[in-house]
């Protein structure tokens, strides 16, 4: 094998590892594995939710920035949000991973179905920027952004008005 064969089929690896990291991310938060989602962050990692994309004139949401240090922290958070968040579903797309070395940068757009509590539904949307850093052969999260675009409620949602048979269907 070539050595530029070995490094583009390495860049295709981490690119890999980085999107089962996220794919791992996701699905942790939405199991409620919060503990085990944490140990996908480096000890020294950043969790940090950046000021809402709001359109121009518009007022921000509720809550702002929040710049979370450590996995430890990280830890805590997950499990305060877990309290707060009786049901997340995480969806999503328009995926780019870039590989430079040790190191990876994953854009993802949003869509998650929320509940607060057990009976508030909410949709939100927004942009992940994440960095990530391979030690000794193992990729982690070293900085996790977050952007939101919008949350809106749901008041007719999965949590009030469950629809198991689709309207007009013949059986």
């Known amino acids: 094998m070539t050595a530029d064969l070995a490094v583009r089929i390495g860049r295709i690896e981490a690119r890999d590892a980085v999107r089962r990291l996220k794919a791992a991310y996701m699905q942790g938060l939405d199991d409620r594995r919060r503990g085990g989602v944490a140990d996908l962050f480096w000890e020294d ?17 509720p809550g702002g920035a929040e710049r979370i240090v450590g996995r430890e922290a990280i830890a805590a958070s997950f499990e305060d949000a877990a309290a707060r968040m009786g049901f997340t579903a995480h969806f999503l797309g328009n995926e780019d991973v870039t590989v430079d070395g040790d190191r990876a940068v994953g854009r993802w757009k949003l869509l998650q179905a929320c509940t607060a509590g057990r009976d508030t539904a909410f949709w939100q949307a927004g942009v992940y920027v994440d960095d990530f850093e391979c030690r000794d052969g193992e990729w982690r999260f070293a900085h996790l952004r977050l952007a939101l675009d919008f949350r809106t409620p749901y008041p007719d949602g999965w949590a009030n008005k469950r629809m198991w048979e689709l309207p007009g269907r013949v059986r």
Not at 45 to 61: I, N, Q, S
């Open 45 to 61: 990692a950043v969790w940090e939710a950046l000021p809402d994309r709001v359109p121009e004139g518009d007022p921000a949401m």
